[in-house]
């Protein structure tokens, strides 16, 4: 499996970027990308997306190769042909979760990162990705408005991911990570989570912001070169 769970992306990082890169293994100009979020009113208005394209032309990606998905209909087999990569972005996680599944969406992803295609997940996108998405509450930035009651993730990676991580949070997400039996890694908006095979590897500097891990001390935690643990 290949996915890379971030934060805000390459933003604040541009390793990241280039990391992303490496994992599609592909020419920018060849790379095409399925990019899913929840429904937008103004999509070319929308600063995130605005910001989101810019960081793609950083890395050479061209605007035309970006195919909108905004989980208001059922995903059909041609949505994703000839695509290299499923980006899951940012927003509400539970109407996230809610709406991957309705439309069948958690099918598809999980067909596709079997067949040997590249998951990006941006926040609540990382979240989905993991078994459970009971991390993303903990800090009390996502609210379950819907009422969502099964936190059922798409199980795509062994371990939780809570985004956004500071240091003044390392309390909070520590208690936390107690209530679960999942290891859980918290990343920075300067860090990421890249799986390749069996291997993981945290990109960016900064602590070991890693819980309920039994390998702690071989993990590392760079930002130039990657290590992998």
Not at 3 to 30: D, R, Y
Not at 211 to 225: A, D, G, H, T
Request: net charge positive; aromatic share 10%.
């Amino acid at each position: 499996m290949k996915l890379l769970l971030t934060s805000v992306g390459w933003w604040k990082n541009p390793i990241i970027g280039k990391e992303f890169l490496k994992l599609v293994n592909k020419k920018p100009s060849e790379i095409r990308i399925f990019l899913a979020i929840t429904p937008i009113k103004y999509l070319k208005r929308n600063k995130y997306i605005l910001r989101q394209f810019s960081l793609f032309d950083e890395i050479r990606i061209p605007p035309e190769n970006i195919t909108f998905f905004q989980l208001d209909r059922e995903v059909k087999k041609d949505d994703l042909k000839s695509i290299d990569v499923i980006f899951v972005f940012g927003g509400n996680t539970f109407d996230y979760l809610r709406r991957i599944r309705k439309t069948g969406f958690d099918k598809a992803i999980k067909a596709f990162v079997k067949s040997g295609g590249v998951y990006l997940g941006l926040s609540a996108g990382s979240y989905v990705a993991c078994p459970t998405i009971e991390a993303a509450s903990w800090k009390h930035a996502d609210r379950n408005e819907i009422g969502l009651r099964n936190f059922k993730g798409l199980n795509l990676v062994p371990f939780l991911v809570t985004a956004h991580f500071e240091e003044k949070l390392r309390s909070i997400i520590k208690k936390a990570a107690q209530s679960t039996k999942y290891e859980v890694i918290a990343i920075t908006d300067k860090q990421a989570v890249l799986v390749n095979g069996n291997r993981r590897t945290i990109i960016g500097s900064g602590k070991k912001n890693i819980f309920n891990s039994p390998n702690m001390k071989i993990i590392k935690i760079n930002l130039n070169p990657v290590r992998n643990y």
